[in-house]
Nanobody, 126 residues
Framework: QVHLVESGGGSVQAGGSLRLSCAVS????????MGWFRESTGKEREGVAS???????SYASSVKGRFTISKDNAKNTVYLQMSSLKAEDTAMYYC????????????????????WGQGTQVTVSS
């Protein structure tokens, strides 16, 4: 069983930055595709970003240019650097993992991920 633990959420003013971390219980270097998703009241779960075993990343259009996903294989940790935050970025952010190699068209589908963290809340005030 793969365990994921998110951290780094909090409250920030619009225009500010946060870095989310996702600690993974297993070796992630070459086995998984990792993703970040978010859920907010009244909205469907949205895929935010993903990074595959080769380090290739994908982003939702709503965050492209503002968010950066990265991973540290030595620490088994995935990060989401969020900059120029907007009020509409307010959500619970979840880290997810899958052994599948995902790409354009399916990286942002939650059903493709087998393992999920408990989430970390991000609140952006305008």
């Amino acid at each position: 069983q793969v365990h994921l633990v998110e951290s780094g959420g909090g409250s920030v003013q619009a225009g500010g930055s946060l870095r989310l971390s996702c600690a993974v219980s297993e070796y992630i270097a070459d086995k998984t595709c990792m993703g970040w998703f978010r859920e907010s009241t009244g909205k469907e779960r949205e895929g935010v970003a993903s990074i595959d075993s080769d380090g290739d990343s994908s982003y939702a259009s709503s965050v492209k240019g503002r968010f950066t996903i990265s991973k540290d294989n030595a620490k088994n940790t995935v990060y989401l650097q969020m900059s120029s935050l907007k009020a509409e970025d307010t959500a619970m952010y979840y880290c997810a993992a899958t052994p599948l190699l995902l790409g354009i068209g399916n990286w942002d589908l939650g059903v493709n991920y087998d393992y999920w963290g408990q989430g970390t809340q991000v609140t952006v005030s305008s």
